[in-house]
């Protein structure tokens, strides 16, 4: 049933955790293309990251727990090296030149299609798959999905700097992912055919291969029957992302049984809205999805919680989810912490040894 399972992918940066300093591991990449860096392990395109993913998940109970293993075994994959992970989306003082490119054809075909963008990869995210039982439901879920992207997106920020400057968001990747042309939020598809339609033109005119390439905010998997949200910032704190897993799912489970026109939102208000998030995260204004006037983050976060309320509840998930998004309303992302250990410190390396000690990722 639609809305049932979850299943999380997350980015991690590889560090030297007696520096903080960004590390490029041939071994570890190596060992993740082949397959030998642990079962949920898997290589990124740059030998500065890794990948994991969890197995099907059906509570949030389940997702914790998978998401304890998936970041274990990345930590045992780097520690092979003698690196560990970094649980954010940018790293706080590394620069595009310490980044070296995934020894595998896949990421050689990417180079040669995307050429800097590509090669100049050094961000991590969060993607958050959801059960659904069919192409049409999960397009149906997608087109009225749009308006509440940006206010998930504001909950997960943890990219505030990037080559080695503070870049004045909250999630600098939102920014620079927003350079590829197959990002961002996807306009209105209708249907399944509507759907495959724009994904034939998409390889038509050569900037796809297929629909496994699309990088928006939400899509159709084309591997799993899933919607993928992909619009997140890696979360340093597990219960960040626990509480993203389980708003996304809701949000399916809610929209699938909307019924009627999907809500009509310009596509440049869109993008104000996701810049907005991006820029501010949990510490501004966020655009209200029902009436597009800004209102303050908090009460946009509890505009979504108030929708999927009924949802939870059913779950018997609705305290659990609430007390989570209360507690990142009270301290604050990822990014406002980055900033404040900064502040205090003067040290970028304090930034990256405060990472590692809150994902559970430090030697």
């Known amino acids: 049933m639609t809305g049932t399972t979850i299943g999380v992918e997350e980015e991690f940066h590889l560090v030297d955790p007696a520096t903080g300093a960004l ?8 060992a993740a293309v082949l397959g030998r ?51 954010a989306s940018t790293h706080p003082f590394s620069a595009p030149e310490d980044l070296r490119l995934t020894d595998a054809p896949r990421y050689r075909v990417m180079v040669q299609r995307w050429a800097a963008l590509a090669q100049s990869q050094d961000i991590c995210g969060t993607h958050v798959h959801v059960g659904v039982d069919d192409l049409d439901t999960a397009v149906h879920v997608m087109d009225r999905a749009r308006p509440w992207l940006p206010v ?58 297929d629909g496994s390439q699309l990088y928006w905010d939400l899509r159709p998997s084309t591997h799993v029957p899933t919607l993928e949200f992909r619009m997140g910032d890696v979360c340093t704190d597990l219960d960040d992302v626990v509480l993203h897993a389980a708003l996304c799912r809701s949000l399916v489970s809610v929209l699938a049984a909307h019924d009627g026109e999907a809500p009509v939102t310009r596509p440049e208000l869109l993008r104000a809205a996701r810049w907005k998030a991006a820029r501010a995260g949990l510490t501004g204004q966020l655009l209200d999805p029902a009436t597009g006037e ?56 304090a930034v990256v040894r405060d990472l590692l000690q809150v994902a559970g990722t430090a030697p």
């Open 23 to 30: 590390a490029a591991s041939s071994q570890v990449a190596d």
């Open 152 to 209: 998930l997106l504001a909950m997960t920020g943890s990219s505030p700097f990037h080559d080695r400057a503070d870049t004045g968001y909250e999630s600098w990747r939102t920014v620079w992912w927003s350079r590829w042309p197959v990002s961002g939020p996807p306009e209105p598809l209708g249907d399944a055919a509507g759907y495959a339609d724009v994904v034939r033109r998409l390889v038509g005119a050569g900037l796809v291969p």
């Open 294 to 349: 800004l209102v303050p983050a908090s009460t946009a976060v509890r505009a979504l919680l108030e929708l999927l309320g009924p949802d939870l509840d059913s779950r018997g998930e609705l305290a659990e989810v609430t007390g989570l998004a209360e507690q990142l309303l009270a301290r604050g992302t990822s990014s406002a912490r980055q900033r404040q250990v900064l502040a205090r410190t003067g040290d970028p390396g």
């Open 37 to 87: 860096a642990g079962t949920h392990v898997q290589p990124e395109i740059s030998t500065t990251q890794l990948e994991t993913a969890t197995g099907i998940c059906r509570t949030l109970a389940d997702v914790r727990a998978a998401l304890e293993e998936t970041r274990a075994e990345a930590v045992a994959a780097a520690q092979t090296d003698g690196l560990t992970v970094l649980a």
